[in-house]
């Protein structure tokens, strides 16, 4: 199993930065693929980025390429989401999840493991 604990949400103007942070627990933190999600009040969790189990491979989804970097630090054990030219929609809660497999798929029903999130709010 993983525990999972997201941070570094908090209030940014339109055009800001965050840096999102997610920790796991447990000794086999790598065998995990991760991704984060994001939610708004009413709406499905939707996909935003993940990334393979050795940090190799990548993939955002469309509304926010180019904009946000994942990363992870395996001996670490921690995923990051880099967010720039934060918009007013990008405002959510961030979730990060994790899935004991080598496949990064975008639906969230197939994740394990979840953090309890960290909101983000854009102000325009």
């Known amino acids: 199993q993983v525990q999972l604990v997201e941070s570094g949400g908090g209030l940014v103007q339109t055009g800001g930065s965050l840096r999102l942070s997610c920790a796991a627990s447990g000794r086999t933190f790598s065998t995990y693929v991760v991704a984060w999600f994001r939610q708004t009040p009413g709406k499905e969790r939707e996909f935003v980025a993940g990334?393979?189990?050795?940090?190799?491979?990548?993939y955002y989804a469309e509304s926010v390429k180019g904009r946000f970097t994942i990363s992870r630090d395996n001996a670490k054990n921690t995923v990051y989401l880099q967010m720039n030219t934060l918009k007013p929609e990008d405002t959510a809660v961030y979730y990060c999840?994790?899935?004991?497999?080598?496949?990064?798929?975008?639906?969230?029903?197939?994740?394990?493991?979840w953090g309890q999130g960290t909101q983000v709010t854009v102000s325009s």
């Open positions: 990334i393979s189990r050795s940090g190799g491979s990548t």
């Open positions: 999840a994790a899935r004991a497999t080598i496949v990064v798929v975008t639906s969230n029903d197939r994740y394990d493991y």
